[in-house]
C-alpha cells in the first residue's frame, strides 16, 4: 500500500479518528488512543517519543497519515515501543538529505487482541513479521461480517530501505 497520494491519507486519517472516537465512547476500559504530534527532523538520526496517555500490556501502534508541508516524499517508522510510549521516525527516500520541515503525524494505539463492541463492531489488533519481501497472507482470529480495514506500519529498522 502506498501512501503518496494526500487524498488517501486524509481518508484514511478521517476514518481511524472517526471509527476510533466511536468504540472509545464504547470502551469501559481504556482499550487504545489516538493523537496526533508535530515535529521537525533536524537531520536523519533524529528519533521521536510519543507518551501515552494509558498503559497497554500489548500495544499494537499504527501511524496514519503525515502531513505534506515538505515536498520531499517519507514515511514514518516506528522502531521501539514500551507499555506506555513509542519512538519513531520520519524516512526520507534514501536519495533524500532527511531533513524535513514541521509536520504532523497522526496516530492510533490499540491494546493486541480482539475487541467487540455494543454497536457490533469488532475490532482486531495485532502483528505480524515477516523475514521477506514476499508475499503471504495471514489469517483474522475472528471471522468479520463484511470487509475490514486494514491499518499498517512498519515496525523495525532491520532493513535501511524506504518502505511504505
Known sequence: ??????????????????????VSAYAQTPMGEVGRVNLTQATSADRFIVDLQ???VNPIVVIGSVTQNDLEPLSARIVSKDSSSFTFFLQEWENLDGVH?????????????????PSGLAIEAGSLSSSSAAVHSEK??????????????VSSENDSATCV
Open 1 to 22: 500500500m502506498k501512501f503518496r497520494d494526500e487524498s488517501f491519507r486524509l481518508v484514511m486519517s478521517l476514518v481511524i479518528f472517526s471509527v476510533f472516537a466511536k
Open 140 to 153: 483474522y482470529s475472528q471471522t468479520f461480517t463484511s470487509a475490514p480495514l486494514v491499518f499498517a506500519t
Open 101 to 117: 520541515a514541521e509536520e504532523t503525524v497522526s496516530y492510533m494505539v490499540i491494546e493486541a487482541g480482539h475487541h467487540s463492541m
Open 54 to 56: 494509558n498503559s497497554y
